[in-house]
């Protein structure tokens, strides 16, 4: 005869797992010591997992029963994780989005600035005493470094072009080297990109973003067309493939040009270039910093204990200050989110609290029946954690649909990440069993007598 366990009321199990055999009365074997201790540890976990698994089915239909006011309870604990939930979705997307988007220099390169990331006033006008970079910095760098598969270098300028009665403005005019498509990552849809003899022999000559190309020729091949920049006309020798834009910027605006003819038509005296330097991975990356760096200082006669007069400005950096940022957001949700929290705790612990109260000659049923005091606690407990969770994961599923109601209709990159929805579930759950800790064990300390004179 096996007897039920009920919250902790009868744990007597006859059927192998508490009692043996006795010798003599049958054929079995005595029972050792050992073997003895282990069917004991065997009665108690089994034991103990119908404890928790009858004590999880009662929370959940002590919520079944009280469906408005588990809801009504749940609603700060919802908005909390759907808050948290979402901040984190836009965080991550945004974040993935600027990688992608802005941070991305190309693979393993960096870049040699004169300003590099200036974030204030003070900054930028100490910044406007440093040497301009010039050709002689890029060629000296190119011809000297050994750690570097690459280096590059671009120019530019904001201009309007036209072809034929078609304009466009603010488009960007680049002069750059013929290994800076290569460095960048730039792809090439049609015709081909700049190569050094055009360098070499100033060509008028120029690659357009796709952007320009839409434009100008929209149902046209534009190779061998013509465009013109200000007072300049260039021929078009190839086509880029699609970036596409960034914070609602396009980032196929654009004509590049060699860098010799860009120097020898629309330089100007005050104007400094960018060079790129591209590592052979991502494991060298600061080994060739620390190199560009030595050669800059070198150059520029700088004291050893001297700052850098120039910038070294990787994708790291950019997600740095991009973190810096969005840091602020953060902190703004955690507050909105703990706000939500203790709001919906405290909500919990008055609704488990009247639980109590309304539950006293229950408790009191079952503390006569051998319940301990350690089961009415876990029972109260896991009602409260219960409860929290299934806010938790109402929460979870409401941001997931603000998360998809967003990604459909606006351009905000947004993607819920896995660590989101842990993290709130968890918070969520550890909410419940915090505020659920005082009426638990005034549940548990409530004196068996007193709680079956209590009115049903």
């Known amino acids: 005869m096996r007897s039920r366990l009920y919250l902790g009321t009868a744990v007597e199990l006859e059927d192998g797992l508490g009692v043996a055999p006795i010798d003599g009365l049958s054929g079995a074997p005595p029972l050792t010591a050992a073997g003895s201790v282990a069917l004991?540890?065997?009665?108690?976990?089994?034991?103990?997992?119908?404890?928790?698994?009858?004590?999880?089915?009662?929370?959940?239909?002590?919520?079944?029963?009280?469906?408005?006011?588990?809801?009504?309870?749940l609603l700060g604990v919802i908005l909390a994780v759907t808050t948290l939930v979402t901040v984190m979705s836009v965080v991550s997307g945004m974040n993935a989005y600027v990688a992608d988007r802005i941070a991305n220099l190309g693979a393993n390169v960096f870049l040699v600035d004169r300003f590099g990331i200036i974030t204030s006033q003070d900054e930028f006008v100490k910044a406007q005493k440093r040497p301009l970079i010039e050709m002689d910095d890029y060629e000296r760098l190119r011809a000297s470094m050994r750690t570097a598969s690459?280096?590059?270098?671009?120019?530019?300028?904001?201009?309007?072009?036209r072809s034929g009665n078609t304009k466009m403005d603010?488009?960007?005019?680049?002069?750059?080297?013929?290994?800076?498509?290569?460095?960048?990552?730039?792809n090439v849809a049609q015709g081909r990109f700049l190569t050094q003899a055009d360098d070499e022999h100033h060509s008028e000559v120029v690659f357009l973003g796709s952007d320009v190309a839409a434009k100008f020729f929209p149902n046209v091949d534009p190779i061998g067309k013509t465009v013109r920049a200000e007072t300049h006309t260039y021929q078009v020798i190839g086509v880029a493939e699609a970036i596409g834009s960034a914070f609602g910027q396009s980032q196929d605006n654009y004509l590049m040009m060699p860098i010799g003819t860009y120097d020898k038509e629309w330089h100007r005296?005050?104007?400094?270039?960018?060079?790129?330097?591209?590592?052979?991975?991502?494991?060298?990356?600061?080994?060739?910093?620390?190199?560009?760096?030595?050669?800059?200082?070198?150059?520029r006669h700088l004291p050893y204990d001297a700052k850098d007069n120039f910038a070294i400005l990787g994708s790291d950096s950019i997600m740095k200050l991009w973190h810096d940022l969005t840091g602020n957001l953060a902190m703004v949700a955690v507050m909105l989110v703990s706000v939500f929290l203790v709001v919906g705790g405290i909500v919990i612990m008055n609704i488990m609290l009247a639980s109590v109260t309304e539950r006293?000659?229950?408790?009191?049923?079952?503390?006569?029946?051998?319940?301990?005091?350690?089961?009415?606690?876990?029972?109260?407990?896991t009602e409260s954690a219960v409860l929290a969770t299934v806010g938790g994961i109402l929460g979870v599923l409401l941001a997931y649909?603000?998360?998809?109601?967003?990604?459909?209709?606006?351009?905000?990159?947004?993607?819920?990440?896995?660590?989101?929805?842990?993290?709130?579930?968890?918070?969520?759950?550890?909410?419940?069993?915090?505020?659920?800790?005082?009426?638990?064990?005034?549940?548990?300390?409530?004196?068996?007598?007193?709680?079956?004179?209590?009115?049903?």
């Not at 603010?170 to 460095?183: I, R, S």
């Not at 915090?434 to 079956?452: S, V």
Request: glycine residues 6%; positive net charge; proline residues 3%.
């Open 360 to 381: 006293t000659r229950e408790i009191g049923i079952r503390r006569s029946l051998g319940a301990r005091k350690k089961h009415i606690l876990l029972q109260f407990m």
């Open 269 to 299: 005296q005050r104007d400094w270039i960018t060079i790129f330097v591209q590592a052979p991975s991502a494991e060298m990356m600061p080994a060739t910093e620390d190199e560009a760096r030595m050669f800059m200082r070198a150059w």
């Open 401 to 456: 649909g603000v998360v998809s109601l967003g990604h459909a209709t606006t351009s905000i990159p947004m993607e819920m990440p896995l660590g989101a929805v842990i993290v709130s579930l968890a918070v969520s759950t550890g909410v419940g069993l915090f505020f659920g800790i005082y009426p638990a064990m005034k549940a548990a300390k409530l004196d068996p007598i007193e709680a079956l004179r209590a009115d049903g």
């Open 170 to 186: 603010n488009t960007d005019v680049m002069g750059v080297t013929y290994n800076f498509a290569d460095v960048r990552n730039i």
């Open 150 to 161: 690459a280096v590059a270098a671009e120019d530019d300028r904001n201009v309007q072009v």
């Open 40 to 73: 004991s540890r065997r009665a108690r976990f089994r034991a103990g997992t119908v404890t928790v698994i009858e004590t999880f089915m009662l929370a959940l239909e002590s919520l079944r029963a009280h469906k408005l006011r588990s809801f009504l309870t």
